[in-house]
């Protein structure tokens, strides 16, 4: 029997509200699962970007540059990239950088203005910019406030 015959015939064996409540609360249970499991699939081309922007957070990630990588134009993996993970590619790369950053504001001694260059930015100013927009501290603070908490 197909699931949505199962399903249908669960429903026509409901007469009380208490027997409605628990089949709803089942279907919408199994339907929400199976939502996220069709979302946690990565495909092919989703998982070379993701994985090409964590190892790669410190170059020029262009979106042209990498869709050329695929053999496909910018807009389309900009569109294709949002519909599959949610998230446009540009936040996605600025989410990756600025984690990587915040830890090596935590585990390294690096000055402030290497850590900008080894996440991507060029300038020192435009990275305490977008890390205060990010964390709501600049790098500096961010630093200062995470090694009051482990002392």
């Known amino acids: 029997m197909t699931s949505y015959r199962w399903t249908y015939e669960k429903l026509k064996v409901c007469y009380t509200l208490e027997q409605y409540k628990a089949f709803f609360h089942w279907f919408l249970s199994q339907s929400a ?3 996220k499991e069709k979302n946690s699939e990565t495909d092919a081309m989703t998982k070379f970007v993701k994985e ?3 190892s790669h957070f410190g170059d020029d990630l262009s979106l042209d540059a990498i869709a050329g990588k695929l053999g496909i134009t910018g807009p389309y993996l900009s ?3 949002k ?3 949610g998230i446009n590619f540009s936040d996605y790369t600025y989410t990756v950088r600025m984690s990587k950053a915040k830890e090596m ?3 390294t001694d690096l000055k402030i203005q290497d850590i900008a260059s080894l996440v991507g930015y060029f300038t020192v100013a435009s990275f305490n910019r977008v890390f ?3 964390t709501g501290l600049t790098p500096s603070e961010f630093r200062r406030q ?3 908490t482990i002392k």
């Open 33 to 35: 699962d199976a939502v």
């Open 52 to 54: 090409y922007v964590e």
């Open 79 to 81: 569109t294709y990239f």
């Open 83 to 85: 519909e599959k993970t």
């Open 105 to 107: 504001l935590k585990d």
């Open 132 to 134: 205060k927009r990010f």
């Open 146 to 148: 995470y090694n009051q």
